[in-house]
């Protein structure tokens, strides 16, 4: 009864343990590249973060496709090509320069350039600083006279 009692509990026990998966490993000179790749592509769970900073179980599934491509004997473009055809361009964390992506380009420095005219034409429409004469004697004493009453 005991016995059973033990095997019942360790199969439990290894039932609940979660298993990590291991992620296949390239030579060092392939990993390398691959390292490179993971951080240009975008994980699609976790939206602003790479697929090598990633922990979500896509980025892991992609990381693994990026090796398998690499052993195939793709190129870096190849690969990217391939993951941008299957989840379009937002897997690229750089988007590429083209007509449907120029307004993400240009948009900045529109900004930019818009943002330096506009404060450029508040600044010169300021009041130009008023050179003010030097008060008259009779006017200097009322001053001193009306600034000493209201301190004394």
Known sequence: MLKRLSIGLT???LLATPVAAQEQRLSPELEDRAKVLFLELRCVVCQNQSIGDSDADVARDLREIV???????????QIKDFLVARYG?????????AWHTAALWVAPFVLLLGGGILAWRVSNKRPKAVNVAELSKEDQAELDKIVNDYKG
Do not use: H
Request: zero cysteines; aromatic letters at 8%; charged letters at 20%.
């Open 67 to 77: 090796r398998e491509q690499i052993t195939a004997g793709k190129t870096d473009s």
């Open 11 to 13: 199969a439990l026990l």
């Open 89 to 97: 361009e937002f897997i690229l964390l750089q988007p590429v320069f």
